[in-house]
C-alpha cells in the first residue's frame, strides 16, 4: 500500500491561524486597554487640576482698586488628595505675577474665559501638566485680566500608569491563553468529521462496499459524495469481476460433467492396465477442475450472501449431522470415517444457513483430501462460552506454513504439492465466519498427527 | 560621652560662622575614625537632640556629625536660597519642609524603615516623620492655685474676660511673623476654628508678650513673669516641668494641634547614604524607648492619635503650600496683628 504524501497538517495550520489571530486581538486588547485607561487618568488629572484653578480663580477679590487673592486651603489640599505629587500654582495680573510661582511659564495659547489651556512640560525636574484659566476681575478702573495656572507633577500618573499596563499586559497574556486553548479545542473540533470519517471507513470490513451513510458537514460532502462514488464503481467493478468467474465456472462445469461421463465410459471399455490408469488420471483430475469450479462457485455466493447476511435460526446440530453424511460417501472412498459429536441441545443460533453449510463442508472436504487412509475424522460442536464447529483429522498438518496466510485466496500449504487443490476452501470459511461475527481458527491437531479447523462464533 | 561633649564644646567655640544664615549653635560631634561626615541642619534644640546623635553615633561610630542649630526660617533660607551644603534638613516647621520637598529640594528615599511609617507620616518618600508633638498650653502654678484650669480655648476666653488684670502682660505666645513653628501652629489654628481668633482678641487686649521660642516662654513661666503660655511646644514644655515643675501643661480637649517633625534628605547631600542610615535610624526611633526618654521628643505613635480626637496631626501634603503663598500670609499677619496690638 503507498503511503500518502503527507503536505503538513489542517489542524496546526488552523491553530496556528487561530494563535496568530489571538496574538493580534490580545496586543491589541493591551493597548485599547492601556489608552484608555491613560486617557481617563489623565482626564481625571486635568480635572482636578482645573477645579483648583477654578476655586483660585473664584476667590479673587478687588480691594481699594487693587486685586488680591484669599488663596482656597482646599485649592492645594485636593491635589494631594489621591497622590503626593508636587503643586506649582501661578496667579497673573495683565502680566505681572501677583501670587505663586514667579518662573511658572505661562501657556503657549492663552487660555480664554470659556476655555481652560493644557500643557504639559518640564519644571524644576520633572514632567508637569498645568491648567490655566482666565477670568476678568473688575476694579475700580477697568477690568483685569487674571490668569490662574495650576501645576501637577505627574508622578501619581506614571503610577496609576504602570498599574494599568500591568493590568492590561495580564489582560492580553490571559485573553491570548484562553484564546489559544480555545483556539486548540476549535482546531480539533472542527476537524472531528474527518476522524470520524475515517473511523468509519477504517472500521469497514474488507468486502464492505456500501456508501457512507455518516452525518457529513455541509465542506465534506463532496468529498464523501466522490468517496461514495468510487465505492459503488470499485463495487460494480468487483461485481463484474464475480460474474465472471462465476460465469466460466459455470460454463467449464457443465462441458466437465460431459467429458467425465465419457471418460468413465472409454475407462470401462479399455483393457490395458496403463491406458486405465491414464484414464483415471484423466477422471480425477476432472473431478479437481470441476471441484475447483464449485469452490469457485460457493466463493461467489459466499461474498455475495454475505453483504446482505441472512438472520434466521439456524440449526447447528443438523447442519453437521447432514453435512457429514452427505461427504461420508467421499470418505468411504478412503475408509475414512467421519465421526460426530454434538451437544444434545442445538445452541441459539442466527445467520445463513446455506453460507454455515458451505464452509463446513469445505473444511470437511479439505481434512478428507488430506487425511491418510484408514484414518478417522472428528467433527464436533462444542459450547463453551463461544460456539466452536471444529473439524480434526489425522493428515499431515501444516508443516511449516503460517497458518494465517492459508486463509487468503488461493493460497495454499508449501507441503500439499502433490495434491490438486484450489486453496479457496478455507478462504470460504474464513469469509462465513467472518460474516457471522467470528474468526476462523487453524491449529494442529492437539490429539496427535493431523490439522485442527474450527468455526468460532461468539454466542 | 563626656570626652565627646568635651570635644563638642571645643567645636562650638572654634567653629566658624561662615554662612549667611543665622547660626544659633554649631556642634560637631567627631567619630574615633572618621570614615564620612555627616552634615545636618537642624531646628531641634541641642539638649533635646544630642542623646540621639549620640545614640546614633555609638551604634555607627565611623561617622562625625556636624549639627548645626538654626531656626525654622533661617533653615528655609539657608536651603533653598542660599544652597548651604547639608546632608539632612530636620525640622519642626512642616509647611517649610513641604515647601522643600515640592520645590525640589529633597531627594527621594526608599527603605523597609520609611516603608513601615504610616501613610501620614511621610510624604513623596522625601519628607519624613519621626516626632509627633502637641501643640499645648502652659498655666504656672503660682498663678493658677486657686483658679480653675481652662481645659478649651472657650474656658480661656472666658477666665481672661473675666479676670483680666490678673493676667494683663503675663500671656505668652509665638510671634508668628518671626517664628516658623508659630506661623504654623497659628495657621493651623485658623484653619481649624474661629474661636482662635477670639482667643487672639482676647489675649491682645491684655498686652501679650511675643516670643521666638517655646524655651524663652518656658522660662518665662517657671521664672513667674507669665501666667499663660499659649501653643509652646508640648516636648520641650514636658522636659523643662520634669526638670523644674512650677507649671502645668494643658492639652486642650477642644483641639490640640499635632506637629510632626520631619527629616528630609538634601538634593545637595554628599553623604547621602549615611544620611539614609540617619533616616532609618530616626524613623525607628518608638524602638529606641531610652533615647526617647532621653531627648524628651516623644515618638510617632498612632494609637495616642487614634486614643484621643482632640489630637489633630497636621497633614503633610500641599495643603501646608496654602499659608505660605504670599498674599495669603500677608493677609493672615495683617489680622494676626491688628487682632495682637489692638490697633
Not at chain 1, 488680591?68 to 485649592?75: E, F, G, Q, R, V
Request: aromatic fraction near 6%.
Amino acid at each position: 500500500m503507498t503511503e500518502a504524501r503527507i503536505t503538513g497538517s489542517i489542524r496546526r495550520r488552523l491553530f496556528l491561524q487561530l494563535v496568530a489571530i489571538a496574538a493580534l486581538l490580545s496586543v491589541s486588547l493591551f493597548f485599547v486597554i492601556r489608552g484608555l485607561a491613560e486617557t481617563a487618568a489623565e482626564a481625571t488629572q486635568d480635572g482636578i487640576l482645573a477645579a483648583s484653578a477654578t476655586s483660585i480663580a473664584d476667590a479673587l477679590r478687588s480691594d481699594a482698586g487693587a486685586i488680591t487673592l484669599d488663596l482656597p486651603y482646599s485649592a492645594l489640599s485636593m491635589l494631594g488628595a489621591i497622590n503626593q505629587d508636587r503643586v506649582f500654582y501661578r496667579v497673573v495680573v495683565d502680566g505681572a505675577t501677583l501670587t505663586g510661582y514667579d518662573d511658572l511659564p505661562s501657556p503657549d495659547d492663552a487660555p480664554t474665559i470659556s476655555e481652560s489651556s493644557f500643557l504639559t512640560f518640564d519644571y524644576r525636574g520633572d514632567e508637569v501638566r498645568m491648567v490655566s484659566v482666565t477670568r476678568a476681575v473688575s476694579t475700580e478702573g477697568a477690568p483685569a485680566n487674571v490668569m490662574i495656572s495650576v501645576a501637577q507633577t505627574r508622578t501619581g500618573l506614571a503610577v496609576i500608569t504602570r498599574r494599568i499596563t500591568g493590568i492590561a499586559t495580564a489582560a492580553g497574556v490571559g485573553f491570548f491563553l484562553v484564546a489559544t486553548a480555545l483556539s486548540l479545542l476549535a482546531a480539533r473540533s472542527a476537524l472531528r468529521p474527518i476522524g470520524q470519517m475515517t473511523a468509519s471507513v477504517t472500521r469497514r470490513g474488507p468486502g464492505d462496499l456500501r456508501p457512507l451513510e455518516i452525518d457529513t458537514p455541509t465542506e465534506l460532502s463532496p468529498f464523501v459524495d466522490a468517496l461514495n462514488n468510487f465505492i459503488s464503481r470499485l463495487g460494480a467493478s468487483l461485481q463484474r469481476s464475480e460474474d465472471l468467474i462465476v460465469e466460466a465456472a459455470h460454463r467449464v462445469r457443465t462441458p466437465l460433467a460431459t467429458v467425465r461421463a465419457k471418460a468413465e465410459v472409454t475407462h470401462r471399455k479399455l483393457n490395458k492396465p496403463e491406458h486405465k490408469q491414464a484414464m483415471r488420471e484423466m477422471i480425477r483430475a476432472i473431478d479437481e477442475s470441476s471441484r475447483s469450479a464449485g469452490q469457485l462457485l460457493d466463493h461467489a455466493m459466499v461474498t455475495f450472501r454475505s453483504d446482505n447476511l441472512a438472520a434466521e435460526d439456524v440449526d447447528l446440530v443438523e447442519i453437521v449431522r447432514e453435512t457429514a453424511s452427505r461427504l461420508e460417501p467421499t470418505a468411504g472412498l478412503k475408509d475414512v470415517i467421519i465421526r460426530t459429536e454434538v451437544p444434545n441441545l442445538t445452541p441459539p443460533f442466527k445467520g445463513d444457513w446455506l453460507l454455515i453449510q458451505s464452509a463446513l463442508q469445505n473444511m470437511l472436504d479439505n481434512a478428507i483430501k488430506y487425511s491418510p487412509d484408514d484414518s478417522l475424522i472428528d467433527v464436533s460442536l462444542s459450547l463453551n462460552g463461544e460456539i466452536r464447529l471444529s473439524c480434526k483429522d489425522q493428515g499431515r498438518g501444516f508443516g511449516t506454513t503460517d497458518v494465517d496466510t492459508l486463509k487468503s485466496r488461493f493460497a495454499r500449504g508449501t507441503n500439499v504439492d502433490d495434491i490438486v487443490g484450489s486453496g479457496l476452501g478455507l478462504t470460504i470459511a474464513e469469509d462465513v465466519a467472518r460474516a457471522h461475527g467470528g474468526l476462523l481458527e487453524i491449529k494442529p491437531n492437539d490429539k496427535g498427527e493431523g490439522a485442527c479447523v474450527s468455526l468460532v462464533f461468539p454466542l | 560621652m563626656r570626652l565627646a561633649c568635651l570635644s563638642a564644646l571645643i567645636f562650638v567655640i572654634l567653629a566658624p560662622p561662615a554662612l549667611a544664615f543665622e547660626i544659633e549653635e554649631h556642634v560637631v560631634y567627631p567619630a574615633e575614625n572618621p570614615q564620612a561626615e555627616l552634615r545636618i541642619i537642624s531646628t531641634a534644640d541641642r539638649s533635646a537632640f544630642e542623646p540621639i546623635l549620640l545614640g546614633f553615633q555609638s551604634e555607627n561610630p565611623g561617622i562625625t556629625i556636624d549639627y548645626t542649630i538654626t531656626s525654622t526660617t533661617e533653615l528655609m533660607k539657608a536651603v533653598a536660597e542660599e544652597n548651604a551644603r547639608f546632608d539632612l534638613a530636620i525640622s519642626s516647621a512642616m509647611d517649610l519642609q513641604t515647601k522643600l520637598a515640592n520645590d525640589g529640594f529633597a531627594r527621594v528615599y526608599r527603605s523597609d524603615a520609611t516603608a513601615a511609617l504610616p501613610d501620614w507620616a511621610r510624604w513623596r518618600n522625601q519628607l519624613f516623620a519621626f516626632t509627633q508633638e502637641p501643640a499645648v498650653l502652659i498655666l504656672s502654678d503660682a498663678d493658677f492655685a486657686n483658679t480653675p484650669v481652662p481645659t478649651t480655648r472657650s474656658e480661656l476666653i472666658e477666665l481672661l474676660r473675666e479676670t483680666p488684670e490678673k493676667f494683663r502682660g503675663k500671656i505668652g505666645t509665638y510671634d508668628v511673623r518671626t517664628s516658623g513653628f508659630g506661623y504654623l501652629m497659628a495657621t493651623q489654628d485658623a484653619r481649624v476654628s474661629e474661636t482662635f481668633w477670639r482667643l487672639l482678641e482676647a489675649i491682645g487686649r491684655l498686652d501679650t508678650q511675643l516670643y521666638c521660642c517655646s524655651g524663652d516662654m518656658i522660662r518665662d513661666i517657671r521664672d513667674g513673669r507669665l501666667a499663660i503660655a499659649y501653643n509652646v511646644l508640648g516636648s520641650y514644655a514636658a522636659a523643662e516641668l520634669e526638670k523644674t515643675g512650677g507649671f502645668q501643661i494643658v492639652e486642650l480637649s477642644d483641639f490640640s494641634n499635632v506637629m510632626l517633625r520631619t527629616v528630609l534628605i538634601s538634593t545637595e547631600a554628599a553623604n547621602s547614604v549615611e544620611a539614609g542610615v540617619m533616616v532609618d535610624f530616626l524613623v525607628t526611633l518608638e524602638r529606641r524607648p531610652e533615647l526617647v526618654a532621653a531627648s524628651g521628643l516623644p515618638a510617632l505613635e498612632a494609637e495616642a492619635l487614634g486614643d484621643n480626637a482632640a489630637l489633630r496631626p497636621i497633614r503633610l501634603g500641599p495643603g501646608l503650600l496654602v499659608f505660605l503663598d504670599r498674599l495669603k500670609r500677608q493677609n493672615f499677619l495683617r489680622n494676626w496683628e491688628a487682632s495682637i496690638t489692638q490697633e
